[in-house]
């Protein structure tokens, strides 16, 4: 279970404070996929990054299983919008950054499984260069997944990628979101793609008066259709230009 | 002109195939640089030859060569050319680690750089000739002064590009080592290290050059030895066939030191290798 409780970041820049995040409330359970959108610049990045212990929230607290969560660990696995590989280090070694403090064997067997599991088997030695688009990310998603996460967050993982490449991968998340009994924390600016890999879509609000909340979440039934996915995308979409 | 008439054209065409075959296969690289000297020495041959300019101001390439033979026979173009690599050594090991350690800490800390950096930018628009008479003022007329003159140049370019590499090390790249929990003696062994060794080896590199640049300097100015001191002597006794002997030593033993870094950098620069192989070919010597 992942408490998101009262969560409120402010920037202060130069004198001129700037609310990201107002009272954010959510209760995730474990092996739930929510997709969290909004218009740009709403506050969604913000909040993963507070999530994963990059970023201190203004009020509020995040708890994994009932602990408080100050800082990165290993509980909670992030990719970013970018694969932000290392360009001197291989495929091995950029997976390797994230156990470094294991032992060499340990290492070897957990990063080829884990390159098994994103569908990179042989391409240890490869450079980030030598990588296209979606092959870096996979190797970000195996950085990520390589120290066995109960929660990935995945900013904006695919919206770099071609609509082929990117289909691709969403098939490949969910199969690993079975198999590894993941919960699964998704920004996403592509409505779509919300509706039909998640439970369920949290919308943070671009406007945020004072002391009031500033997100909603979008409970979606089961089970699923096409017909179902375009009237909730409908729904959604009219909540952000509302927002 | 005769032997082309005798080839004919599917001979040559042959020929022209097999050289191009010759250039594309794995040497390409060091070939392809030597075309240009080449085409420089037959055209100066043909000038001095053809006494097109005069012999008492371009002698032939043969006289460079028994120029420079002479020399080599009479021992003294060895210690004339370890004079030189010694100032040049001394001058960029100490201009090289003082730049390192400045790049270093004005790179990290911006109130170091704040504290520093407009005095070393300030210092770098001096024209390094003006630094000769203090230097013979406080270090003497013999090597010290040149060393130190050698220093100056060689420090800056380390110095920019450190600083430069340091600051610009990616934020994202950081926040990478924050998530997976990195302490801070692997983040500067995965990351940051890593990460500014390229910037510092062309740092070292155009320092180098530089380094060069300035022993030229320095022994022009007042030397009874060195390379230097060669072309002055060339000069002085009429003797162009030494000036240009001294030149094309400069620029031999020039890039070679440069090749030498390059190679020793080169395991650290793996990863982008096909830019630097790119690189090797636009060297300056
Ligand atoms: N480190 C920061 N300092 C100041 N303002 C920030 C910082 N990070 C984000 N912001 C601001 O907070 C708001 C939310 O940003 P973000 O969470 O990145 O939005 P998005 O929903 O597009 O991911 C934006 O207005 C952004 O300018
Ligand atoms: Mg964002």
New interface residues.
């Given amino acids: 279970m992942l408490e998101i409780s009262n969560i409120s970041k402010i920037f202060k820049n130069n004198k001129k404070d700037l609310a990201a995040l107002q009272k954010t409330n959510l209760l995730i359970n474990d092996h739930e996929i929510i997709s969290l959108v909004g218009q740009s610049g709403c506050g969604k990045s913000t909040l993963l990054r507070i999530i994963?212990?990059?970023e201190k929230a203004s009020t509020g607290f995040i708890k994994l299983n009932n602990k408080i969560i100050k800082?990165?660990?290993?509980n909670i696995?992030?990719v970013?919008q970018?694969p932000?590989l290392?360009?001197?280090?291989?495929v091995y070694?950029n997976i390797k950054?994230?156990i470094?403090n294991e032992n060499k064997k340990e290492q070897k067997v957990k990063i080829s499984k884990t390159l098994q599991k994103v569908g990179l088997e042989n391409c240890e030695q490869l450079?980030?260069?030598e990588l296209s688009g979606g092959m870096a990310q996979r190797v970000a998603i195996a950085?990520a997944l390589v120290?066995e996460p109960k929660v990935l967050l995945l900013d904006e993982p695919f919206s770099a990628l071609d609509s082929f490449t990117k289909t691709n991968l969403h098939q490949h998340v969910k199969e690993l979101w079975v198999s590894l009994k993941l919960t699964i924390i998704m920004v996403t600016h592509d409505i779509n793609e919300a509706t039909s890999m998640s439970d369920r879509v949290l919308i943070i609000k671009k406007t945020k008066p004072r002391e009031i909340e500033n997100s909603q979440i979008i409970n979606m039934s089961y089970p699923r259709s096409e017909f179902k996915n375009i009237k909730y995308n409908q729904l959604i979409k009219k909540r952000i230009l509302n927002s | 002109m005769n032997i082309f008439f005798k080839i004919n054209n599917n001979k040559l065409y042959k020929l022209l195939k097999s050289l191009y075959n010759l250039f594309k296969a794995k040497f390409s690289q060091p070939l392809i640089g030597i075309i240009l000297p080449v085409i420089i020495l037959l055209i100066w041959y043909f000038l001095a030859v053809t006494e097109t300019i005069r012999n008492s101001l371009l002698p032939t390439p043969n006289e460079v060569l028994k120029e420079i033979l002479i020399l080599a026979n009479a021992d003294t173009l060895f210690s004339h050319i370890q004079i030189t690599l010694t100032r040049v050594f001394y001058g960029f090991i100490g201009g090289g680690i003082a730049a390192t350690i400045l790049g270093i800490l004005t790179g990290v800390s911006p109130f170091i750089r704040k504290l520093f950096d407009p005095t070393i930018q300030a210092l770098k628009a001096v024209p390094s000739l003006a630094w000769v008479p203090l230097f013979i003022l406080w270090f003497g007329i013999f090597e010290n002064s040149k060393v130190a003159l050698i220093s100056v140049g060689v420090f800056f370019p380390v110095y920019l590009n450190l600083m430069m590499g340091i600051r610009q090390i990616d934020k994202?790249?950081i926040?990478?080592?924050?998530?997976?929990?990195?302490n801070l003696f692997?983040t500067i062994r995965?990351?940051l290290l890593?990460?500014i060794i390229p910037e510092w080896i062309t740092g070292l590199r155009s320092g180098l050059a530089l380094g060069w640049m300035f022993v030229i300097a320095a022994e022009l100015m007042g030397a009874s030895e060195g390379l230097g001191y060669l072309m002055i002597d060339g000069q002085m006794t009429g003797r162009p066939a030494l000036i240009i002997g001294a030149l094309i030593l400069f620029a031999i033993i020039g890039k070679l030191t440069d090749e030498l870094i390059y190679l020793s950098a080169k395991p650290f620069l793996k990863?982008?290798e096909?830019l630097d192989t790119m690189q090797v070919g636009a060297n300056n010597a």
């Fill in positions: 994963g212990g990059l800082k990165p660990s290993s696995g992030m970013f970018d932000r290392m360009p001197w280090l291989n070694d950054l994230s470094l450079w980030p260069r950085r120290r | 994202r790249m926040e990478v080592a924050n998530i997976n929990n990195l692997q995965w990351i890593p990460g990863w982008k096909s």
